[in-house]
């Protein structure tokens, strides 16, 4: 069974654009949640989405949004980009939202110059 | 949401087991503590999960205490391809994952 995909992989920016991300999930998980990795700041959860819904929002500005479609797949939304944006993006899946173990992507990196 | 600690960064040499322990002290009744391993510029992979006493799959042991406060991630003769960060984290309501700040493990010759 294929992992999760995380599209693009790498990706450059300039102040003020805004970037979409895109996540593939496992075949078969309903849960896609997303992180922003940072070395100050370690792993720090954006959101969760489940069946299109959001389910759960960590504490980041409203230039971060997301949506989930009825395949599960999920894209991520960062408008406005700021240098401080400039991170790993990471994103998980799980079977439901019951499950605990959440599979990663392998993450796409985004530098904001 | 449960907080978890853990050291900042171990060292260790081939062949010998690695341990580290992570406290949650105010982990809820019904989470689940999972551990991860993550390599520079990649995911954080599933290691291991469990929700009380011991725990062991077929690349580390997972020991829990009765109070569940604390739990040891036990590495069983590293190799140089164990370096890695090591995550360890409380699932709570929602399913909402909180990382603590990571154990580097450098495994040396």
């Known amino acids: 069974k294929a992992g999760v995909t995380q599209t693009p992989r790498y990706l450059i920016k300039t102040r003020g654009q805004q970037v979409t991300l895109s996540c593939s999930p496992i075949s078969g998980h309903r849960s896609v949640s997303w992180y922003q990795q940072t070395p100050g700041q370690g792993l720090q959860f954006l959101f969760e989405y489940f069946s299109e819904t959001q389910r759960n929002k960590g504490n980041f500005p409203g230039r971060f949004s997301g949506r989930q479609f009825s395949n599960s797949r999920s894209e991520m939304n960062v408008s406005t980009l700021e240098l401080g944006d400039s991170a790993l993006y990471l994103c998980?899946?799980?079977?439901?939202?019951?499950?605990?173990?959440?599979?990663f992507g392998p993450g796409t990196r985004l530098t904001v110059l | 949401l449960a907080k978890t600690t853990q050291p900042i960064s171990m060292d260790s040499y081939e062949g010998q087991e690695v341990n580290i322990t992570c406290s949650h002290n105010?982990?809820?009744?019904?989470?689940?503590i999972t551990w991860y391993q993550q390599f520079p510029s990649q995911g954080p992979r599933f290691i291991i999960q469990?929700?009380?006493t011991k725990v062991t799959n077929e690349v580390a042991s997972l020991f829990i205490p009765a109070d569940r406060k604390s739990s040891t991630l036990s590495l069983p003769r590293v190799s140089l391809s164990d370096t890695a960060v090591y995550y360890c984290?409380?699932?709570?309501?929602?399913?909402?994952?909180?990382f603590g700040g990571g154990t580097r493990v450098l495994v040396k010759p």
């Open positions: 984290l409380v699932l709570g309501a929602g399913n909402k994952l909180t």
């Open positions: 998980a899946s799980s079977l439901t939202i019951s499950t605990d173990t959440q599979y």
């Open positions: 469990g929700y009380k």
């Open positions: 105010n982990i809820a009744t019904n989470d689940y």
